[in-house]
């Protein structure tokens, strides 16, 4: 396919020079390309969320004077689009890979990317800022957030609406508020706001007068009437009332797919001051079918794919993810001890949940976009006897920080935190990437931090976690492990108890050959074995961070020439910095390199590569620490075969 009319659209100043009657064409053209694009893409990519926004997205570009009039995406996994109109067509094709164009929204990456996005519900408040900005500084300009319905149960959105929609100062922002409507985020929405609109048309007052017009119309020309006229007016007049409530204009809802409808629409809505607010239906995976009637698979593409026929997977069996592990571990636990409940953050099919909730459904808990509540609601499970896993990523655990530290481990309640998504994620980026949570939970008084080092010992050890009285934390990264055969017999490991995987054949102090252990944290102890072979150096697999295993710290100090420590997070405040804080506690002078990810955020990638870069593969380990403690792998070797 050409793209006659999209191959002339390089910013969206050109598309506001074509004829309107156009911009359906223009629209059919952008979603096929989205769709061409991403089915050929190596990494894959968010795809059902951005052929439900093309047509909004036209509309948008077409109507507002962007980038002057900001828009902000909520997430920002729905602006595939919006990229391709704004100057990034040809660079559709390396989204989400290594030196490619990001898969959200970011500031340094376009000026029509206002707002870096990744997280949930930072949308409105985001806008609303820039909306009194723009006030302030006496400038004309409307500010445009745009927000799931999904994105809309997370507290964050609600506490931006009741502050957008008052005066501050005797100014109001020109804000709106544009709802994109499509029943769906990831998981399918729960809640009571996606259950306002049932519950209100199931009231008394409703059905009674209903059912009395039933009576009264029956039997005449009028009935039919009113009864398509109900379908209508019931969507059309009863969710805006809460809204409303907030201080906003309320208008719709609207067909997010037809044209003639939003831009006018939107029209409107430009001119007006003060807060707005458009509720905008859509369907996800639009234009699309097999998206369209299977919206969670086709969420997001897992790579190259057949547009006519979908997804097909491998014929050879993949190892079992991380995500997978830990999904038959809930299962198991949970048919061993009752008092399990499981929580999940509206990420049920990301963290394995999906046969949990099939099994168990009255200890199952979605509670939406909401971090915090999941956090505290599994504080409150614990004070009453309960046993709650909290299935969450690394990088949504930063959003429910506070609660973390007061509402559970203050407490010292059982909570166990199964850690999804640690370490680097590849092609979603940073905003993401599960970098800080050895650091910012091994600070926490009462915490326990454990890191498995693959399939089998992830399992063990939350099995380990959940017999522990009080709060855990046990983290895996993302994709599959080494490929270790899985015990189904659960076993708690030694509490706080790391083990020796390789013992250096050299003696202490050889002049130019270095005696080294490696303390490995977590999955990179298979790497760090790899380079030990070069060097023939111990290997520890430390398994916990917290509480650190110091006998074996201090043991193997004391028994060799340099420590080196090995972390798939920050090295600020991480494990390797535990190590440094019981050695200085001991008063041991021992040389030690601390090897993890870098102070800076780490670009979207595939993990292999990013790995690389970071050193944090074999060979990366291997030259770090000849580079530190000097030596040839030569000299090293033969040393090790004398």
Not at 478 to 507: C, D, N, T, Y
Not at 563 to 570: A, M, R, S, Y
Request: with cysteine; aromatic share 8%; hydrophobic share 40%.
């Amino acid at each position: 396919m050409n793209y006659p009319l999209l191959r002339g659209i390089d910013s969206p100043a050109d598309l506001r020079r074509l004829p309107r009657a156009d911009l359906v064409k223009l629209a059919g053209e952008l979603r096929a390309y989205v769709l061409d694009t991403l089915s050929n893409s190596k990494v894959g990519g968010h795809l059902g969320s951005n052929l439900g926004t093309v047509e909004l997205t036209v509309a948008l570009h077409y109507v507002f004077n962007t980038p002057h009039d900001r828009l902000v995406w909520d997430v920002g996994h729905q602006t595939y689009p919006h990229k391709v109109l704004t100057g990034r067509r040809d660079q559709l094709g390396t989204i989400r890979h290594l030196g490619g164009i990001s898969g959200f929204p970011r500031r340094d990456e376009s000026e029509y990317d206002t707002f870096g996005t990744g997280h949930s519900s930072t949308s409105i408040s985001a806008a609303h800022g820039m909306a009194m900005a723009a006030k302030i500084k006496g400038e004309d300009r409307k500010a445009v957030a745009i927000i799931g319905d999904g994105a809309m149960t997370a507290g964050m959105a609600f506490e931006a609406l009741n502050n957008a929609g008052v005066p501050h100062g005797g100014l109001m922002g020109d804000l709106l508020v544009i709802l994109n409507d499509n029943d769906m985020s990831i998981s399918p929405p729960v809640g009571a706001l996606n259950k306002y609109l049932a519950r209100l048309m199931s009231g008394s007052f409703y059905s009674a007068a209903r059912e009395g017009a039933k009576s009264v119309l029956k039997n005449t020309p009028l009935y039919e009437f009113a009864r398509r006229f109900e379908e209508h007016t019931k969507g059309m007049v009863v969710p805006g009332t809460i809204f409303e409530e907030f201080g906003f204009n309320y208008v719709g809802p609207i067909d997010g797919h037809d044209l003639d409808a939003l831009i006018p629409t939107l029209e409107n809505l430009r001119d007006k001051k003060g807060p707005q607010f458009l509720h905008v239906v859509t369907k996800k995976g639009q234009g699309y079918k097999l998206a369209e009637a299977d919206p969670v698979k086709y969420h997001a593409a897992p790579g190259k794919f057949d547009p006519a026929v979908g997804f097909v997977k491998s014929a050879a069996p993949a190892k079992p993810t991380f995500t997978q592990i830990f999904g038959d571990w809930l299962c198991d636990m949970a048919e061993q001890d009752t008092r399990l409940v499981g929580i999940t953050p509206a990420m049920r099919e990301g963290s394995g949940m999906v046969e949990f909730h099939k099994r168990f459904p009255s200890r199952y808990q979605d509670v939406g976009i909401a971090e915090q509540h999941a956090v505290t609601v599994a504080a409150g499970l614990a004070c009453e006897g309960l046993k709650p896993v909290v299935a969450i990523y690394s990088t949504f655990l930063q959003r429910a920080y506070d609660q973390l530290i007061h509402d559970v481990a203050l407490q010292d309640l059982p909570v166990l935190f199964a850690l999804d998504r640690a370490g680097l994620v590849g092609a979603d980026g940073a905003t993401h990437a599960g970098n800080y949570d050895i650091a910012f939970t091994r600070c926490v008084p009462k915490m326990a931090v454990l890191t498995p080092a693959d399939e089998n010992e992830c399992r063990q050890a939350l099995f380990t976690g959940f017999q522990h009285q009080g709060p855990v934390t046990v983290r895996y990264p993302r994709g599959a492990g080494a490929g270790v055969e899985v015990q189904k017999q659960m076993q708690a490991l030694p509490w706080g108890k790391g083990e020796i995987r390789r013992e250096s054949g050299q003696p202490q102090g050889r002049a130019g050959s270095p005696r080294i252990a490696i303390l490995a944290f977590g999955t990179l102890l298979y790497p760090a074995l790899a380079a030990a072979e070069q060097l023939d150096a111990t290997v520890a697999n430390m398994r916990f961070v917290k509480p650190l295993d110091q006998e074996l710290v201090l043991e193997l100090a004391r028994s060799h020439d340099g420590l080196v420590t090995i972390e798939d997070g920050c090295l600020m405040g991480g494990a390797g910095s535990a190590v440094l804080e019981c050695l200085q506690a001991a008063g041991l002078q021992t040389p030690v390199l601390t090897l993890g990810l870098p102070d800076e955020f780490i670009e979207h990638g595939d993990v292999p590569s990013l790995m690389s870069q970071c050193g944090l593969d074999a060979a990366g380990i291997e030259q770090s620490i000849l580079k530190r403690f000097g030596g040839r792998p030569a000299l090293l070797r033969s040393a090790a075969n004398e």
